[in-house]
């Protein structure tokens, strides 16, 4: 995704590495992100299921974190507008449009739902709770309790690789 590097742009990126939806990554602040364990921790209330959601981070998007914390200078949101708060959807929806994309944001997440199945041996439960999806049987939702952490950060890993296979052996960002 090349072009200038601005906040929705860069806001993009970020849902599409982490497989987020729009609201998620846009509200995402820094208090939610923990670089030395490469995680981003969605509280509940941004989760459509009301549960909060840990997100393992990919080398790319920690290196794509890093550089946006050098630049910006928001203490609280990651993608701020120049007034200090969220992006809009729309913003968001402006960026596909500009790079010529009929394709909708929460597309990505389709996309890399597709991709889990048809490419990977990633098993399906691991590929929806990477999607923050619940279990729709209640009786497995009560057994399964565990989080399989390092099982979505090899998914994540390898959906930013697959993503950007430039820089898969070195982290950094589509420029």
Same mark, same amino acid.
């Given at each position: 995704?090349?072009?200038?590097?601005? +906040?929705?742009?860069?806001?993009?990126?970020?849902?599409?590495?982490?497989?987020?939806?729009?609201?998620?990554?846009?509200?995402?602040?820094?208090?939610?992100?923990?670089?030395?364990?490469?995680?981003?921790?969605?509280?509940?209330?941004?989760?459509?299921?009301?549960?909060?959601?840990? +997100?393992?981070?990919?080398?790319?998007?920690?290196?794509?974190?890093?550089?946006?914390?050098?630049?910006?200078?928001?203490?609280?949101?990651?993608?701020?507008?120049?007034?200090?708060?969220?992006?809009?959807?729309?913003?968001?929806?402006?960026?596909?449009?500009?790079?010529?994309?009929?394709?909708? +944001?929460?597309?990505?997440?389709?996309?890399?739902?597709?991709?889990?199945?048809?490419?990977?041996?990633?098993?399906?439960?691991?590929?929806?709770?990477?999607?923050?999806?619940?279990?729709?049987?209640? +009786?497995?939702?009560?057994?399964?309790?565990?989080?399989?952490?390092?099982?979505?950060?090899?998914?994540?890993?390898?959906?930013?690789?697959?993503?950007?296979?430039?820089?898969?052996?070195?982290?950094?960002?589509?420029?």
């Amino acid at each position: 995704m090349g072009g200038e590097d601005t +906040v929705g742009r860069e806001a993009l990126r970020f849902l599409i590495l982490t497989a987020a939806r729009s609201s998620e990554a846009r509200g995402a602040r820094w208090d939610e992100i923990d670089f030395d364990r490469a995680i981003w921790t969605v509280p509940a209330e941004r989760i459509k299921m009301a549960k909060e959601h840990i +997100v393992p981070l990919s080398p790319i998007a920690l290196a794509l974190l890093r550089r946006v914390s050098a630049t910006r200078s928001n203490v609280d949101f990651i993608f701020p507008t120049y007034t200090g708060k969220p992006l809009s959807d729309a913003a968001l929806s402006k960026v596909m449009r500009e790079m010529g994309s009929e394709a909708t +944001v929460h597309g990505w997440r389709s996309s890399f739902r597709d991709w889990g199945a048809e490419e990977t041996n990633f098993p399906g439960e691991v590929l929806e709770k990477a999607l923050a999806h619940q279990i729709p049987n209640a +009786v497995e939702r009560a057994y399964r309790r565990g989080d399989l952490l390092e099982k979505r950060r090899a998914l994540m890993n390898e959906w930013a690789a697959f993503l950007l296979p430039q820089h898969s052996a070195e982290p950094g960002l589509d420029q």
